[in-house]
T-cell receptor, first 116, second 115 residues
Framework: AQTVTQSQPEMSVQEAETVTLSCTYD???????LFWYKQPPSRQMILVIR??????QNATENRFSVNFQKAAKSFSLKISDSQLGDAAMYFC?????????????FGGGTRVLVKP | EPEVTQTPSHQVTQMGQEVILRCVPI?????FYWYRQILGQKVEFLVS????????KSEIFDDQFSVERPDGSNFTLKIRSTKLEDSAMYFC?????????????FGPGTRLTVL
């Protein structure tokens, strides 16, 4: 079974600075999808960024980018120019392309605090 | 923009009572999911549903749980006899296709409190 690990329970960043969140996963599959979801205090799950494992190019969405290292099974998220609205829980998630139900497997989350 | 909706936003119930959580997935989506998140913990998969049957379920999804899509639009999660440990946020999600790289769209969640 796939597992996703986020080793940082909490990260603090100064407004306008950069923070990087770590995520590692374990899988025997070669094709899969990886996601970062943001969960603000409202607890709504909001997609931040996605990465297809077959793509070597790292995904980027505005101030959010990933460093996808397939061999190392690592998928870190970089938030540049941090804003107060970035404060939230961030969850890394894995989705198989083969499993019948294509469920998401989530990591334990990293709480991001943004200091003004 | 289409969205997944869930009702109620908050449900309080007594231990041993039955609850039904409701979801309306995005209209052209084909795969539906329930996840739960106990306060302060990670989001856990419960069940996936396609073509009117369960395609995968977790160990959490025991005989106390059931899902159905009664009318082609609603997708419900029933807990027959609630326990204190069922208190959690329950999220519904949907996706167009299992081969799509797109994300699962999540609803806003239902907070279930079992007293």
């Amino acid at each position: 079974a796939q597992t996703v690990t986020q080793s940082q329970p909490e990260m603090s960043v100064q407004e306008a600075e950069t923070v990087t969140l770590s995520c590692t996963y374990d899988t025997s599959e070669s094709d899969y999808y990886l996601f970062w979801y943001k969960q603000p205090p409202s607890r709504q799950m909001i997609l931040v960024i996605r990465q297809e494992a077959y793509k070597q190019q790292n995904a980027t969405e505005n101030r959010f980018s990933v460093n996808f290292q397939k061999a190392a099974k690592s998928f870190s998220l970089k938030i540049s120019d941090s804003q107060l609205g970035d404060a939230a829980m961030y969850f890394c998630a894995y989705r198989s392309t083969k499993a019948a139900g294509n469920k998401l497997t989530f990591g334990g989350g990293t709480r991001v605090l943004v200091k003004p | 923009e289409p969205e997944v909706t869930q009702t109620p936003s908050h449900q309080v119930t007594q231990m041993g009572q039955e609850v039904i959580l409701r979801c309306v997935p995005i209209s052209n989506h084909l795969y539906f999911y329930w996840y739960r998140q106990i306060l302060g913990q990670k989001v856990e998969f419960l069940v996936s549903f396609y073509n009117n049957e369960i395609s995968e379920k977790s160990e959490i999804f025991d005989d106390q749980f059931s899902v159905e899509r009664p009318d082609g639009s609603n997708f419900t999660l029933k807990i027959r006899s609630t326990k204190l440990e069922d208190s959690a946020m329950y999220f519904c999600a949907s996706i167009l296709s299992r081969t799509s790289p797109n994300e699962q769209f999540f609803g806003p969640g239902t907070r279930l409190t079992v007293l």
